[in-house]
C-alpha cells in the first residue's frame, strides 16, 4: 500500500450546510440586523466635499475588476463597497485617497471570506504602485478603528441560498440563476443609489431581475410578473411597492451600463476605424435594447 | 451551455464598465506627508476615544479619574502568555530567522498571512526547533505539563475501581 501525502494548489471550501441554509431562524436573524451594517447617510450630501458620485464608480469599477481577474469569492467584492460606504459615511475623505481606501477595503475583506487572501503587494501593484504596502497597512488599522472592527456585514450575497430554496425553480438552471443574481449583486454595488438599501432587498430584486430576464416565467404559474413579487417579497418581508421599484431600477442599471459598454466600444472602433464608419455605428445604436427582456442573457 | 451564458453576461457587463487594464491609478498621484499625518491623526483619536470608553491611559498604563470602571492591576504570571507586554519584544527578536522562510513561501504563491509548511529543503530542523511559539511557551508548557493528567494516573485509577467490587465480595 501507499501512501500519499497530496497538497495541491486548490482552495478548500466547506460544503454547503443545510444546518445553516435550511433553518428559517438564519434568515430571520439575517433580516433582523441586516440594518446594522448599512452606511449612516447618504454621505455625498453631507459628509464629503471632495468626492463626487461618479469617482465612487470609478473606483468601484476598479475593485470589481481586480476581484474578478484575482477570482476572488463573490461576497468579497459587495463586502468591500460596504466597508468603503461605511467609512466613507463618517470620514471626509480626498479623493487621491480613495482609490487606497478601496485597496484596504478589498484587502479586509478578502482577509475575512478568502483562505488565500489578497496580498497587500498586489493590491498595490493593482494601483499602479501609486501606493505603497506600508500604507495599506496602516490604513487598515484606520479603516478598523472607524469601521469598530465591525466586519461581518450582511451582505446580498448571505440571502442568495436562502431566496433560492423557496423559489420553484427548475434543478438544471439553478448554477445559471445564482450567477445571474450574483451579477446583479455586484453591478448593484457599483451603483451608489444601492448603497442604502438593505442587502435583502437588493437581494431579493436581483433575483426578480434574473428569472425575469432569463424569461424563466413561461412555465410555472407562480413565477409569472406579479405572483414573482409577491412571492419574493414575502420570503423576504419587503414591501410589494419597493421591491418592485428596486426590481426596475436593477434592469435600468443593466441596461443603461450595457449600453455604455456599448458606446464606449464604438468610440473605440471609431477611433481605429476613422470617419468612414459613422454612419454604420448610428445605425448600430438604434438597434440598443431599452428593456431588460430584449437583452439575450 | 449554461455556464457560457451566464459567464456572457457578467463578462459583458464587466466590460462595459471597465476601461482598459485593471492596473491602473484612479485619481492621480498621494500626497503621502498628508496621508502619514493624517494616519497618526487618526490613530491618536483612536487612542483617545478609547482611553475615554475604558476611563484608562493607555500611553501611561494609568486609570483616569472618574471613569466608569474600577481597574485593579495583576500580575503578569496570572494572565495568559498572549497578553503579556514582553512578548511582543520576544517575537521580535525571534522573528527573522523563521520569518524568512516563510516570506518566501509565502511570496511564491503570491498569498500571505496564510499558515504553511515551510519547504522541507529551505528550513532546517534547528530552525524548526526554534520558532518562536515554542521558545516562549516553554515555561508555561512544563507548568502545564506538571499539572496535567498522565494516561497512566488513568490505568490506575480503573485498576481501582476494578478492584474495589472484588474485595467487597470477598
Given at each position: 500500500m501507499e501512501l500519499l501525502c497530496l497538497e495541491m494548489d486548490t482552495v478548500i471550501r466547506a460544503r454547503p450546510d443545510p444546518n445553516l441554509l435550511y433553518d428559517e431562524r438564519v434568515l430571520q436573524s439575517l433580516l433582523t440586523i441586516e440594518e446594522r451594517f448599512l452606511p449612516q447617510c447618504s454621505y455625498f450630501k453631507c459628509v464629503q466635499k471632495d468626492i463626487q458620485p461618479f469617482m465612487r464608480r470609478m473606483v468601484a469599477t476598479w475593485m470589481l475588476e481586480v476581484c474578478e481577474e484575482q477570482k476572488c469569492e463573490e461576497e468579497v467584492f459587495p463586502l468591500a463597497m460596504n466597508y468603503l460606504d461605511r467609512f466613507l459615511a463618517v470620514v471626509p475623505t480626498r479623493k487621491c485617497n480613495l482609490q487606497l481606501l478601496g485597496a484596504v477595503c478589498m484587502f479586509l475583506a478578502s482577509k475575512l471570506k478568502e483562505t488565500r487572501p489578497l496580498t497587500a503587494e498586489k493590491l498595490c501593484i493593482y494601483t499602479d504602485n501609486s501606493i505603497k504596502p506600508q500604507e495599506l497597512l496602516e490604513w487598515e488599522l484606520v479603516v478598523l478603528g472607524k469601521l469598530k472592527w465591525n466586519l461581518a456585514a450582511v451582505t446580498p450575497n448571505d440571502f442568495i441560498e436562502h431566496i433560492m430554496r423557496k423559489l420553484p425553480l427548475p434543478k438544471e438552471k439553478l448554477a445559471l440563476i445564482r450567477k445571474h443574481v450574483q451579477t446583479f449583486i455586484a453591478l448593484c454595488a457599483t451603483d451608489?443609489?444601492?448603497?442604502?438599501?438593505p442587502p435583502s432587498m437588493i437581494a431579493t430584486g436581483s433575483f426578480g431581475a434574473a428569472i425575469c430576464g432569463l424569461q424563466l416565467?413561461?412555465?410555472?404559474?407562480?413565477?409569472w410578473g406579479d405572483n414573482l413579487t409577491d412571492l419574493l417579497a414575502k420570503i423576504t418581508n419587503t414591501e410589494v411597492d419597493c421591491l418592485k421599484a428596486c426590481q426596475e431600477q436593477i434592469e435600468r442599471v443593466l441596461v443603461s451600463s450595457l449600453r455604455e459598454g456599448r458606446r464606449q466600444q464604438q468610440q473605440q472602433q471609431q477611433e481605429q476605424a476613422g470617419p468612414r464608419s459613422k454612419a454604420l455605428d448610428e445605425l448600430d445604436q438604434s438597434s440598443t435594447p431599452t428593456d431588460v427582456r430584449d437583452i439575450d442573457l | 451551455m449554461c455556464r457560457t451564458m451566464s459567464i456572457n453576461l457578467s463578462k459583458r457587463i464587466l466590460t462595459a464598465l471597465s476601461n482598459g487594464p485593471t492596473r491602473r491609478n484612479l485619481f492621480g498621484p498621494v500626497d503621502r506627508e498628508q496621508l502619514q499625518l493624517e494616519y497618526q491623526d487618526s490613530l491618536r483619536k483612536d487612542l483617545e476615544d478609547a482611553s475615554r470608553r475604558w476611563g484608562f491611559d493607555f500611553l501611561t498604563e494609568t486609570p483616569l479619574e472618574g471613569g466608569d470602571f474600577q481597574w485593579e492591576g495583576i500580575s503578569?504570571?496570572?494572565?495568559?502568555?498572549?497578553?503579556?507586554?514582553c512578548m511582543v519584544g520576544a517575537v521580535e527578536v525571534l522573528r527573522p530567522r523563521g520569518a524568512s522562510g516563510l516570506g518566501s513561501a509565502a511570496a511564491q504563491s503570491g498569498k500571505e498571512n496564510i499558515p504553511r509548511t515551510p519547504n522541507r529543503d529551505s528550513l532546517k530542523p534547528q530552525s524548526l526547533e526554534k520558532t518562536p511559539e515554542k521558545t516562549q511557551s516553554n515555561n508555561q508548557s512544563n507548568k502545564l505539563k506538571r499539572k496535567q493528567t498522565n494516561i497512566t494516573d488513568f490505568y490506575q485509577a480503573k485498576r481501582r475501581v476494578v478492584a474495589t467490587p472484588r474485595k467487597s465480595g470477598q
Amino acid at each position: 500500500m501507499e501512501l500519499l501525502c497530496l497538497e495541491m494548489d486548490t482552495v478548500i471550501r466547506a460544503r454547503p450546510d443545510p444546518n445553516l441554509l435550511y433553518d428559517e431562524r438564519v434568515l430571520q436573524s439575517l433580516l433582523t440586523i441586516e440594518e446594522r451594517f448599512l452606511p449612516q447617510c447618504s454621505y455625498f450630501k453631507c459628509v464629503q466635499k471632495d468626492i463626487q458620485p461618479f469617482m465612487r464608480r470609478m473606483v468601484a469599477t476598479w475593485m470589481l475588476e481586480v476581484c474578478e481577474e484575482q477570482k476572488c469569492e463573490e461576497e468579497v467584492f459587495p463586502l468591500a463597497m460596504n466597508y468603503l460606504d461605511r467609512f466613507l459615511a463618517v470620514v471626509p475623505t480626498r479623493k487621491c485617497n480613495l482609490q487606497l481606501l478601496g485597496a484596504v477595503c478589498m484587502f479586509l475583506a478578502s482577509k475575512l471570506k478568502e483562505t488565500r487572501p489578497l496580498t497587500a503587494e498586489k493590491l498595490c501593484i493593482y494601483t499602479d504602485n501609486s501606493i505603497k504596502p506600508q500604507e495599506l497597512l496602516e490604513w487598515e488599522l484606520v479603516v478598523l478603528g472607524k469601521l469598530k472592527w465591525n466586519l461581518a456585514a450582511v451582505t446580498p450575497n448571505d440571502f442568495i441560498e436562502h431566496i433560492m430554496r423557496k423559489l420553484p425553480l427548475p434543478k438544471e438552471k439553478l448554477a445559471l440563476i445564482r450567477k445571474h443574481v450574483q451579477t446583479f449583486i455586484a453591478l448593484c454595488a457599483t451603483d451608489f443609489n444601492f448603497a442604502m438599501y438593505p442587502p435583502s432587498m437588493i437581494a431579493t430584486g436581483s433575483f426578480g431581475a434574473a428569472i425575469c430576464g432569463l424569461q424563466l416565467d413561461n412555465g410555472d404559474q407562480s413565477l409569472w410578473g406579479d405572483n414573482l413579487t409577491d412571492l419574493l417579497a414575502k420570503i423576504t418581508n419587503t414591501e410589494v411597492d419597493c421591491l418592485k421599484a428596486c426590481q426596475e431600477q436593477i434592469e435600468r442599471v443593466l441596461v443603461s451600463s450595457l449600453r455604455e459598454g456599448r458606446r464606449q466600444q464604438q468610440q473605440q472602433q471609431q477611433e481605429q476605424a476613422g470617419p468612414r464608419s459613422k454612419a454604420l455605428d448610428e445605425l448600430d445604436q438604434s438597434s440598443t435594447p431599452t428593456d431588460v427582456r430584449d437583452i439575450d442573457l | 451551455m449554461c455556464r457560457t451564458m451566464s459567464i456572457n453576461l457578467s463578462k459583458r457587463i464587466l466590460t462595459a464598465l471597465s476601461n482598459g487594464p485593471t492596473r491602473r491609478n484612479l485619481f492621480g498621484p498621494v500626497d503621502r506627508e498628508q496621508l502619514q499625518l493624517e494616519y497618526q491623526d487618526s490613530l491618536r483619536k483612536d487612542l483617545e476615544d478609547a482611553s475615554r470608553r475604558w476611563g484608562f491611559d493607555f500611553l501611561t498604563e494609568t486609570p483616569l479619574e472618574g471613569g466608569d470602571f474600577q481597574w485593579e492591576g495583576i500580575s503578569g504570571t496570572k494572565v495568559p502568555a498572549l497578553y503579556r507586554s514582553c512578548m511582543v519584544g520576544a517575537v521580535e527578536v525571534l522573528r527573522p530567522r523563521g520569518a524568512s522562510g516563510l516570506g518566501s513561501a509565502a511570496a511564491q504563491s503570491g498569498k500571505e498571512n496564510i499558515p504553511r509548511t515551510p519547504n522541507r529543503d529551505s528550513l532546517k530542523p534547528q530552525s524548526l526547533e526554534k520558532t518562536p511559539e515554542k521558545t516562549q511557551s516553554n515555561n508555561q508548557s512544563n507548568k502545564l505539563k506538571r499539572k496535567q493528567t498522565n494516561i497512566t494516573d488513568f490505568y490506575q485509577a480503573k485498576r481501582r475501581v476494578v478492584a474495589t467490587p472484588r474485595k467487597s465480595g470477598q
